[in-house]
């Protein structure tokens, strides 16, 4: 069964940090690009941050750039999203999803429809 796991989610105050994990079982990371999403209540899903399957090339959302931080470990089959600063509209649920791309590629999908795989989502709450 293929699968993606987020986990790291959690209530922060303002100015404070979280690490997302998104752990994928069933298959391996290495020919996929993986993309971070995340949804507040009311609105759109959003890109937050991708990265290639070769790490080399990440792309950011202009409101998470020198915040937020993306990094994959092929070996462990996990990606991470480094969470600084974090402001009360950073308030959402956060979805990561992964995108058949070549190996060692530095190919990043930006639109939602062009990731295969979906984790369950995790609840990050910037309040004070």
């Known amino acids: 069964q293929l699968q993606l796991v987020e986990s790291g989610g959690g209530l922060v105050q303002p100015g404070g940090s979280l690490r997302l994990s998104c752990a994928a079982s069933?298959?391996?990371?290495?020919?996929?690009?993986i993309g971070w999403f995340r949804q507040a209540p009311g609105k759109e899903r959003e890109g937050v941050v991708c990265i290639s399957s070769s790490g080399g090339a990440r792309k950011y959302g202009d409101s998470v750039k020198g915040r937020f931080t993306i990094s994959r470990d092929n070996a462990k089959n996990t990606v991470y999203l480094q969470m600084n600063s974090l402001k009360p509209e950073d308030t959402a649920i956060y979805y990561c999803?992964?995108?058949?791309?070549?190996?060692?590629?530095?190919?990043?999908?930006?639109?939602?429809?062009?990731?295969?795989?979906w984790g369950q989502g995790t609840q990050v709450t910037v309040s004070s």
């Open positions: 069933g298959f391996t990371l290495d020919n996929y690009a």
């Open positions: 999803a992964a995108a058949e791309v070549a190996s060692g590629s530095y190919y990043i999908p930006t639109e939602v429809g062009l990731y295969d795989y």
